[in-house]
């Protein structure tokens, strides 16, 4: 999970693990970089508009680092409009806009986590 806000990043992960789920964080798009290759996560979820390195360059990376690996991903983010059609463009598969529900979240990121076990 990565986030522009600490508090919005840490209420992201606080739900998702009172669900079951194993979260690490980042700082920046840059940190969640360095932590993929060792992390291999099921979801990567990710803000569009962060500290050196935004979201849509963040998923650029990961898709050309990841050698034909396919990490579902999520731009969870607070843009709106024309940010949905980039994002998916970028290489993100679903864009969702804060807030969201904690339900709705949780679901999200099953259905994402669902899917990359089935490949």
């Given at each position: 999970?990565?986030d522009?806000?600490p508090?919005a990043?840490?209420?992201?992960?606080?739900?998702?693990?009172?669900y079951?789920a194993?979260v690490?964080?980042?700082?920046s798009?840059?940190?969640?970089?360095?932590l993929?290759?060792d992390?291999?996560p099921d979801?990567?979820?990710a803000?569009?508009a962060?500290?050196?390195?935004?979201?849509?360059h963040l998923?650029?990376?990961?898709?050309?680092?990841?050698?034909?690996l396919?990490?579902p991903a999520?731009?969870?983010?607070?843009?709106v409009?024309?940010?949905?059609?980039a994002?998916?463009?970028?290489g993100y598969?679903?864009f969702?806009s804060k807030?969201?529900?904690?339900?709705e979240?949780?679901?999200?990121?099953?259905r994402?986590?669902?899917?990359?076990?089935?490949i």
């Amino acid at each position: 999970m990565r986030d522009d806000q600490p508090e919005a990043c840490e209420a992201v992960k606080q739900v998702l693990e009172y669900y079951g789920a194993v979260v690490r964080t980042a700082a920046s798009g840059s940190e969640a970089l360095d932590l993929l290759p060792d992390m291999k996560p099921d979801v990567l979820v990710a803000d569009l508009a962060m500290p050196e390195i935004d979201g849509y360059h963040l998923i650029k990376q990961v898709r050309r680092l990841s050698a034909g690996l396919d990490l579902p991903a999520v731009a969870l983010t607070a843009l709106v409009g024309p940010a949905r059609e980039a994002a998916l463009g970028a290489g993100y598969e679903m864009f969702e806009s804060k807030p969201i529900l904690a339900g709705e979240l949780v679901s999200l990121v099953a259905r994402l986590a669902d899917s990359s076990r089935a490949i």
